[in-house]
């Protein structure tokens, strides 16, 4: 069956450290990947996407990378704010089915001063 | 630009009642989407449609039904409500560019069921 798993259900870190987040997954040939961020009592929001045939994307203090190979995802926040606390999704796309998203259970990550 | 817009926000029912679920995007979006939420399971989808006048189900469509009823408005109907369906709704419409596809997300409606 297919499965996308992310690593821990909660992350906790010291403020300005680095945020380490992971999405593996199996049994799919995914087109690309997006991470979101979801608030207490709110929608996702769409934060970053990353296609197959790139190894990373940047955007601010935002850093995906997506290895085929390993069938894994990393999200990381670098110099990390209490602000970013929040709930992190990963999803799939997968090229067989564009248009459906498959999402991970989330981590949460608390970010401490 | 409201975006995607949910009602209700909150709504309590008693096993076996029904009720729409009602979802509205004005961003000119073709592919609009129904999910829902539960601890410790993530989002999961239980129907789309891939442009007005389509739908097709998702991973849970069991016990629900969707209508399109143009290119904005996308309604999800529990027919015969059950605790099971206890959870919070979230509808989504996507944009598609440069080979990526991005969901935009409403504040969601919570149900319970009782």
């Known amino acids: 069956s297919q499965k996308i798993e992310q690593n821990s259900e909660a992350l906790n870190i010291q403020e300005g450290k680095t945020a380490t987040l992971t999405c593996n997954y199996t049994?799919?040939?995914?087109?690309?990947l997006q991470w979101y961020r979801q608030d207490p009592g709110r929608g996702p929001v769409f934060l970053l996407l990353?296609?197959?045939?790139?190894k990373e994307k940047r955007k601010e203090r935002l850093k995906v990378t997506f290895d085929t190979t390993l069938k894994q995802s990393l999200f990381h926040i670098t110099a990390s704010q209490p602000a970013d606390s929040a709930t992190y999704l990963c999803?799939?796309?997968?090229?067989?089915?564009?248009?459906?998203?498959?999402f991970g259970r989330g981590t949460q990550l608390t970010v401490w001063p | 630009n409201a975006g995607v817009t949910q009602t209700p926000k909150f709504q309590v029912l008693k096993t076996g009642q029904s009720m729409t679920l009602q979802c509205a995007q004005d961003?000119?979006?073709?592919?609009m989407y129904w999910y829902r939420q539960d601890p410790g399971m993530g989002l999961r989808l239980i129907y789309y449609?891939?442009?007005?006048?389509?739908?097709d189900k998702g991973e849970v469509p069991n016990g629900y039904n969707v209508s399109r009823l143009n290119k904005r408005e996308f309604s999800l109907r529990l027919e015969s409500a059950a605790p099971s369906q206890t959870s919070v709704y979230f509808c989504?419409?996507?944009?598609?560019?440069?080979?990526?596809?991005?969901?935009?997300f409403g504040p969601g409606t919570r149900l319970l069921v009782l």
């Open positions: 449609s891939a442009s007005e006048g389509t739908t």
């Open positions: 989504a419409s996507m944009y598609r560019a440069g080979g990526g596809e991005t969901q935009y």
């Open positions: 049994n799919y040939s995914p087109a690309y």
């Open positions: 999803a799939l796309v997968r090229g067989s089915t564009l248009g459906r998203l498959y």
């Open positions: 990353i296609r197959e045939n790139e």
């Open positions: 961003m000119n979006h073709n592919s």
